[in-house]
């Protein structure tokens, strides 16, 4: 099962990009990378899963680097109300995928 | 449509009690998923279901700790003989199938005091 790091927490302020890393040295290759977002008091809500080079959509974009060691969530612009815990997973849907969360980021937006 | 509910949202408990949490996925999910989630600490996987098939209990913490979908929609979570090391946050998710984009439900939080 690849092991996500990505740090811990983060800091940013209105209207800036934020970019938030996670490393999978092992990821597997039939794995994809996905990423949720969690405020307090709420279960986890989907972000983006991509598999390799750039995924985009109304939220967010990912970066999946060709050796897809890494990879990096780029939220534009954000706001104070993206402050929340952002988790990295990495696994291979179907089968026996067992979603693994780990502490996640926690980004704090300042106004 | 709705998404997926999770009742009751808070439930405290007194030591030894057995508690029942319950799960109603989104309609037509075949992949049913437990975690329990500490305080400061990311969800962790408790259990997995394809419809109404345990497919993998390996995260359940203890025997006290049961789960089922007996009609492959609605899950229990069953809690015997509660332990103050059982409150946590209990999230239930749906998805359509294995490794797809997971919906969450509110979470229950339990307290066991």
């Known amino acids: 099962l690849a092991k996500t790091t990505q740090p811990i927490s983060m800091d940013s302020y209105e209207g800036q990009e934020v970019n938030i890393t996670c490393s999978h040295n092992n990821i597997a290759t039939n794995d994809y990378i996905t990423w949720y977002q969690q405020f307090p008091s709420q279960g986890p809500r989907f972000i983006i899963q991509?598999?390799?080079t750039k995924v985009t959509n109304e939220v967010a974009s990912l970066f999946i680097p060709a050796d897809r060691k890494s990879s990096t969530l780029s939220l534009p612009r954000v706001s104070l109300s993206d402050t929340a815990v952002y988790y990295c997973?990495?696994?291979?849907?179907?089968?026996?995928?067992?979603?693994?969360f780990g502490r996640g980021t926690s980004l704090i937006v300042h106004p | 449509g709705a998404g997926v509910s999770q009742s009751p949202r808070y439930k405290v408990a007194k030591r030894g009690q057995d508690v029942a949490l319950r799960c109603d996925p989104i309609?037509?999910?075949?992949?049913l998923f437990w975690y329990q989630q500490a305080l400061g600490q990311g969800p962790e996987f408790l259990t997995y279901?394809?419809?109404?098939?345990?497919?993998?209990k390996s995260g359940l913490p203890s025997d006290r700790f049961f789960a089922e979908r007996p009609e492959g929609s609605v899950s229990t979570l069953k809690i015997q003989r509660t332990q103050q090391e059982d409150s946590a946050v209990y999230l239930c998710?749906?998805?359509?199938?294995?490794?797809?984009?997971?919906?969450f439900g509110p979470g229950t939080r339990l307290t066991v005091t």
């Open positions: 279901f394809q419809n109404e098939a345990q497919l993998d």
């Open positions: 991509g598999y390799k």
């Open positions: 309609s037509g999910h075949v992949s």
């Open positions: 997973l990495v696994g291979e849907p179907g089968g026996s995928y067992i979603p693994t």
């Open positions: 998710a749906s998805s359509l199938e294995s490794g797809d984009e997971q919906y």
